[in-house]
């Protein structure tokens, strides 16, 4: 199993080895994922994630890795995605500065090794970043490890025949949320959307209408209204979720035995 940091105590943290150990920060977001699925969804996969990572370590043979499990971060960046309502979303700066602080002090009290788990894609830009001056200044070892294996075949093969695009908000991710909770999707209010500007090779838009008068071209419905998902959710179950969360903890773990492994 893995252990949650916020479960120790100040006297446990004391005596865990902070050269070995690597702090596994799950890293959401709170934004629109379609009509279907809840605006925690990203939030609710990063912390199934930590689940499904400590059962498949156990199942390796790893049932005391050192790792620490730290609270998922559960705001990111979602610029992409403000103009949905419920949508929430740190600017660039802000998100960098509470991630750089977080590693600050874990680096203060000796930890070394610090491994982000991208749950949502928009917040990956800013972790790159991040990692390359946390090496350079303090001297730690900052990984990235992303969380849906999407292009596996297993979960490939989860897709309903017909769902071309599948992505943000989509089968997958509404699926991923039905192995948690059923209950959190209303999949009798899905509707599917068609990536415009991905077809076209153009860069990604903000969603829904705007100030100025204009709409983004990047998810719409076939009738041409902006819904901020690609993809059709309709065929999502939880079986397939199980299925994604699963694959995409077993092709984290060859990656998180070379973290235990590095050294400074």
């Keep these: 199993m893995i252990r949650n940091y916020r479960d120790l105590t100040r006297l446990e943290m004391e005596q865990v080895d902070k050269k070995e150990t690597i702090i596994l920060i799950p ?23 930590v689940k499904y990572l400590g059962e498949e370590l156990e199942a390796v043979g790893e049932k005391d890795f050192p790792i620490l499990a730290f609270p998922v971060i559960p705001v990111g960046l979602s610029t992409e995605h403000k103009n949905f309502c419920g949508s929430i979303t740190f600017k660039p700066d802000t998100y960098y500065h509470m991630l750089y602080d977080i590693c600050v002090s874990l680096a203060h009290h000796g930890f070394q090794k610090i491994a982000f788990l991208v ?36 979960v490939k093969a989860t897709i309903s025949e017909g769902n071309i695009w599948d992505f943000h908000g989509g089968e997958m991710e509404t699926s991923m949320v039905m192995a948690v909770d059923e209950s959190l999707v209303k999949l009798e209010t899905s509707e599917a ?17 705007v100030s100025i008068g204009w709409v983004s071209e990047d998810w719409k419905t076939e009738d041409g209204r902006p819904i901020g ?5 309709s065929g999502a179950t939880a079986e397939k979720g199980e299925i994604i969360l699963r694959t995409s903890a077993k092709v984290l773990i060859p990656g998180l035995l070379e973290i235990r492994n590095w050294k400074n």
């Design 229 to 233: 998902i690609g993809g059709d959710p």
């Design 193 to 209: 959307g068609r990536p415009e500007a991905f077809m076209q090779n153009k860069t990604l838009l903000p969603y829904g209408s």
């Design 27 to 49: 890293l959401g977001a709170l934004e629109q994922h379609g009509n279907q699925a809840p605006l925690g969804t990203d939030d609710i996969i990063a912390e199934a994630m």
């Design 119 to 154: 749950c949502h894609g928009g917040n990956a830009p800013v972790v790159q970043i991040l990692s390359r001056e946390l090496r350079s200044e303090l001297g730690i070892s900052p990984f990235i490890l992303s969380s849906g294996a999407f292009s596996h075949p297993d």
